[in-house]
């Protein structure tokens, strides 16, 4: 389905996607001119705590006005929202359950379409046209790796289908997989500025903690990088598939109906958790809670979307009627996390957080 718009609208074909390189519906629109991408490890750190994460989304927006500012169609249709909001971007539209080898074209249109599409395309508007027909049998496999040995990536696509008088039919499936790269794997991912671990007075005095963490530790006191610990590239699988039938009876009537579902699972890292103490006199204390490892989140994601109508083109004028349904599922589970409840439990218990060590039934 076109996009309805006065603006001009910048269109991506299916040749221009191939030539790109890029692997991923993500990748190729978070390097557009104006388009702004904010990758799953990132999205997830916007909830109450870097380390209570939220959803993993991939998502993108134009013109740095926020994912809620940027409406996100498939064929025509709004795509369903991240189940999971967060709390500094709002709303968010995950573009990881979208393979490139569905995809037929992009269209694109910067500037206001809120008289049409509504408040959640201030910004613009990005309709994604999936593909409504093969030539013959097509497969190809594809795997990489960093030029570090690491965060290999491997994809499988197959499709088939026809195009023609009567019927056209699409038929596909994609298969991928990425390993993970840690955070301590590239030199470079560091924070501008260390954390100090220990006791920190209101007058500015500094006392290193006594416990200080291997690696942590040095002539100046005791140091926490903490962009070290976090992943770069998330472990992730995902298996998508996607079919699509229209039928021509003639006279202009058309009848069309297709399916899209996607699976996708990430696990990553986000360190250990990281936290300021403030005593009754003031001081602070931070840590870091190495006793319960590094936090762990695993995110398994499924999307649903049915559609089927039928229609009447004459010309330049004709029209359509459909049903849809579409589900957008997240499952978020957290390892390693601190809980607050326990950690009270045992500074009443004598436990000063970097100066004592914890008992272990606490």
């Known amino acids: 389905t076109a996009l309805q718009a006065t603006m001009q609208v910048e269109v991506i074909e299916r040749e221009d996607i191939r ?16 388009m702004n991408g904010r990758p799953p490890v990132d999205a997830s750190r916007d909830g109450d705590s870097p380390y209570l994460p939220g ?12 994912p809620r500012a940027t409406l996100f169609l498939v064929n025509g249709r709004r795509l369903p929202r991240y189940p999971m909001v967060s709390l500094q971007q709002g709303a968010l539209t995950d573009l990881g359950g979208l393979p490139l080898s569905f995809v037929e074209r992009i269209e694109l249109v ?52 026809n195009g023609g008088a009567g019927d056209d039919w699409f038929l596909g499936i994609d298969l991928q997989q990425t390993d993970h790269v840690a955070g301590d794997r590239r030199a470079w991912h560091r924070e501008r500025q260390r954390y100090p671990i220990g006791l920190l007075t209101r007058d500015g005095y500094y006392l290193p903690a006594y416990l200080c963490p291997s690696g942590m530790r040095e002539d100046s006191g005791c140091w926490y990088d903490s962009s070290r610990p976090r992943s ?13 039938w229209r039928h021509d009876a003639g006279n202009g009537l058309h009848a069309h109906a297709e399916l899209r579902a996607s699976l996708a699972r990430q696990r990553y890292e986000l360190g250990p ?10 001081s602070l204390i931070n840590h870091v809670f190495q006793e319960g490892g590094s936090v762990r989140p695993a995110i398994r994601s499924l999307e649903l979307d049915l559609a089927a109508g039928i ?15 579409q589900r957008s599922e997240t499952t978020l589970s957290t390892e390693g996390a601190v809980r607050s409840a326990r950690l009270f439990d ?5 436990y000063i957080p970097g100066f004592t060590p914890l008992d272990p039934a606490l």
Do not use: K
Not at 311 to 325: T, V
Not at 346 to 350: E, F, I, S
């Open 273 to 282: 958790t990281a936290a300021a103490l403030r005593l009754a006199d003031g």
């Open 311 to 325: 229609g009447r083109d004459r010309g330049d004028a004709g029209w359509e009627a459909g049903l849809s349904r």
């Open 346 to 350: 045992a500074v009443a218990n004598g």
């Open 19 to 34: 030539r790109s390189g890029y692997g991923s519906l993500f990748d190729l629109l978070r390097h557009l001119p104006g």
């Open 110 to 161: 910067r500037g206001g379409a809120s008289a049409i599409y509504g408040a959640d395309a201030m910004a613009g508007v990005v309709n994604i046209v999936l593909r409504d027909q093969a030539d013959g049998p097509e497969a190809m496999l594809q795997t990489g790796i960093s030029n570090q040995g690491d965060g290999a990536q491997y994809r499988m696509q197959a499709a088939t289908g």
């Open 55 to 66: 959803g993993a989304a991939a998502a993108t927006s134009l013109d740095g006005m926020g």
């Open 232 to 244: 770069l590239q998330p472990a992730s699988s995902s298996a998508a598939a996607y079919g699509h």
